[in-house]
């Protein structure tokens, strides 16, 4: 009875609230398949205000080494996980962040095997001068087999990674300036949350 | 001797039966109040959604697409253009009250997806198009000025899919053209929320279309005859007329049709406290029929007698109609919830708008109703014989 009453009042006293914009992909039928071939795909809805709220959101700003800012960077951004199934099995995941780029929204997905590593890399969409360039298939060629522990040293704030890693040999295409930058932090961001909503779950 | 003392005496001595017939009251006076509430909100938010709409005729090139998602699924092609100069010609009418001019572009964007998508720009009238949808709040920064700057409005959706805010750039693709946002606005749960808006001169300018327009926004006079109007715009050479007040007239046809049947449940809800106030009362007169003999027999006169059970009568109408409209105020939110859980479309706003005459009004209903239903338990006790009535309770 007590939670039929709390219910109500919830109902009676909630403000009235838009959700904040996720990052799906366009086609999952189409894209799931190209990024993850032969597999299928189960879709789920992940946030930060809701698997731990302000703690996470925390966490998750510390390892990024930036905060969360702007409109729409914000903790209740609905996450889409696209599990990836191979014989009945999971075989890895599809997650997308967006990212607010020099001249709009970058989409980033990351296609992730079940260890972490960086299967496929794809932006979806992007507004940018180098837009042809950070969309091609030698840029993203780049990311395949890389991890979170490859991303832990990059800084977004001044784009700069320590040198000699990983993240440091990504090369840049000519005049992606600031979207380059933007496209680390998205990947970085990226492979955390995947972290701490998939990964380290699972090693607990 | 104090009949309405007499009154008050009595219904606290049948504390349980007064509670539930005013209960019984209550839940009738919420019901009503709450369906005269629902049909006042649901036709008020109808109104303001249509109204909001900015202007109730739309003049486009014929065979133009004059809604942008009407664009993106013909891939951005398709538009077709009219002269400035119709501008002129429409203010002519006198029923016309202001326009406003649009210039819609769509283009091919590569880099939206796998295969690319289109995007779309709306030139607007710095001027009149702000006028024209003054419902239209911002988030950040405000409306640009300048018919020829190269700044942006963004719909709340179109900036959070680019993550845009005020100040920050944006590129234009194929044209290479950079654009200041000038301002993002709340969501208005219309067409707008996804809509770039640009100054129409800039738009002309970048694609290159001096002197063209989409559309014409036309805000007709209060009153004013749109149908007139309308029939001599159709007479204007290649254009097509997209009349929202049409639109309107069958959505309110529809709504009166609903409202019959609103105000029919609201009126069953009335009967069945009638009846319940009839039941209750008529079966205390004959619980107290040789009280009432006594009462009599000391010297009160029918005309007491009716006004003590019609007191009675009041007070349980009164105290259930208050808490029910109470009720109601407390519940509006929850009913609004379960309305628009269950209906297919509920237009923006609260849709259960109750306001003091609504109360009023139910609570009138609910105690003129229950006065009405105590006129014959009042009349049947007032016609009491004192003999009688002592003489069937000696016999009991």
Redesign the interface.
């Known amino acids: 009875m007590r939670k039929i009453f709390f219910a109500m009042a919830m109902m009676l006293l909630a403000p009235r609230a838009f959700a904040a914009v996720g990052c799906d992909l366009n086609d999952p039928d189409r894209d799931a398949a190209r990024l993850f071939p032969g597999a299928t795909y189960k879709t789920s809805y992940l946030s930060l205000k809701t698997s731990g709220g302000v703690p996470l959101l925390e966490r998750v700003e510390a390892r990024l080494g930036d905060k969360f800012h702007g409109l729409y960077e914000t903790i209740d951004v609905p996450y889409t996980l696209y599990t990836m199934y191979k014989g009945g099995a999971a075989a890895g995941y599809i997650h997308g962040v967006n990212q607010k780029g020099e001249y709009g929204g970058i989409q980033v997905f990351l296609a992730l095997d079940k260890a972490g590593a960086i299967k496929a890399f794809y932006i979806q969409k992007l507004t940018s001068r180098a837009a042809k360039a950070l969309r091609s298939k030698e840029f993203a060629a780049q990311f395949e087999g890389l991890t979170l522990k490859d991303f832990e040293g990059y800084d977004p704030v001044s784009g700069k990674a320590p040198a000699g890693s990983k993240a440091a040999a990504i090369k840049p295409p000519a005049g992606a300036g600031a979207d380059f930058a933007a496209v680390l932090r998205a990947v970085k961001k990226n492979l955390i949350l995947m972290d701490e909503f998939v990964y380290s779950k699972k090693a607990k | 001797m104090n009949v309405y003392a007499i009154a008050y005496k009595n219904l606290l001595r049948k504390k349980t039966r007064t509670a539930l017939t005013a209960g019984g009251i209550a839940l009738s006076a919420w019901v009503l109040a709450t369906l005269l509430g629902f049909n006042r909100g649901y036709q008020q938010g109808l109104n303001r959604d249509i109204d909001n709409m900015g202007f109730q005729v739309l003049l486009t090139a014929k065979g133009c697409p004059y809604e942008a998602a009407t664009l993106m699924l013909k891939g951005g092609t398709g538009l077709r253009y009219m002269p400035e100069a119709v501008v002129k010609t429409v203010y002519k009418n006198p029923e016309v009250d202001r326009v406003t001019p649009m210039l819609m572009h769509g283009v091919f964007?590569?880099?939206?997806?796998?295969n690319g998508a289109v995007a779309a720009y709306l030139g607007v009238d710095a001027g009149s198009f702000p006028e024209m949808k003054p419902y239209l709040e911002f988030?950040?920064g405000g409306w640009f000025s300048d018919n020829n700057a190269y700044m942006a409005v963004l719909g709340y959706?179109a900036?959070?899919?680019?993550?845009?805010?005020v100040g920050?750039?944006?590129?234009i693709?194929g044209v290479?053209k950079?654009i200041t946002v000038a301002g993002?606005l709340k969501?208005s749960g219309s067409q707008d929320d996804g809509t770039i808006f640009l100054p129409i001169g800039t738009v002309q300018n970048i694609f290159n279309r001096k002197g063209l327009l989409t559309g014409l926004g036309i805000k007709v006079k209060k009153g004013a005859d749109i149908s007139a109007l309308e029939n001599r715009l159709y007479d204007l050479p290649d254009v097509q007329v997209v009349s929202m007040s049409a639109v309107k007239a069958t959505i309110m046809n529809l709504v009166n049709s609903a409202r019959v049947i609103v105000l029919g449940i609201a009126g069953i809800a009335l009967i069945i406290a009638m009846a319940g106030v009839v039941n209750t009362v008529l079966m205390s007169v004959m619980e107290r029929y040789a009280e009432i003999g006594i009462i009599k027999s000391m010297g009160a006169m029918p005309a007491d007698i009716f006004r003590m059970i019609w007191t009675e009568t009041a007070v349980l109408c009164g105290l259930g109609g208050a808490f029910g409209i109470g009720l109601a105020f407390?519940?509006a939110?929850?009913a609004d919830?379960a309305v628009r859980y269950f209906l297919p479309y509920a237009p923006n706003g609260a849709l259960v708008a109750l306001d003091w005459r609504i109360c009023a009004s139910a609570f009138v209903l609910i105690v003129v109703g229950g006065l009405a239903s105590g006129v014959y338990p009042a009349w049947r006790a007032a016609r009491v014989r004192p003999l009688e009535a002592i003489r069937i309770e000696g016999e009991q």
């Not at chain 2, 964007?109 to 796998?114: L, N, Q, S, V, Y």
């Not at chain 2, 900036?159 to 805010?165: D, F, M, N, V």
């Open positions: 964007d590569p880099d939206k997806g796998e988030k950040q959706e900036a959070e899919l680019e993550q845009r805010e920050d750039k944006m590129l693709p290479d950079e993002v969501r407390v519940t939110r929850l919830a």
